[in-house]
């Protein structure tokens, strides 16, 4: 069965969707943000997305589209005016021809910088869902994601 355009989802800014984990045994929450960007909530030991939305983002991530369009990532609440104060933060860019040349990417605008204003910074990249789950199994486990580990400027 094919869907329609019109019956497609869509995110907006302040929908937040729900991450199932694991079956149903451990969850996260994601508040859509301007520019695909997505703040990761823990969604353990607690019952709803607002419960989740009072804890600080564990991380910020830009994330494909079909995360939600698909309905993998289920839309459960829209609290625009919870997610109102967040911003998440700039990442970086390096040019793969010229890797000491770098970018600041924030906001939609870009700016070159140097290589010591990057180092704290993450790589500039648009995440896939599945990567997105398991750097959210990682986090709860205590570990840096493998994923974050191979987009660090000195793992090119």
Known sequence: MTESKNSRIR???GDVVSILLDGKHEIAYAAILEQSKFAVFDGRDVSNAEGALQRPPLFYVSVMNSAVTSGRWPIVAFLPERIAHLQAPPTFMQDPLRPEKFQIYD????RPATRAECESLERTAVW?????EDRIRDTYA????RIVQSMH????
Do not use: F
Request: no cysteine.
């Open 11 to 13: 995110r907006r800014v």
């Open 107 to 110: 906001r939609g605008t870009m």
């Open 128 to 132: 896939d869902a599945e990567h997105v």
């Open 142 to 145: 205590g570990k840096e994601s």
């Open 153 to 156: 400027i000195d793992a090119l």
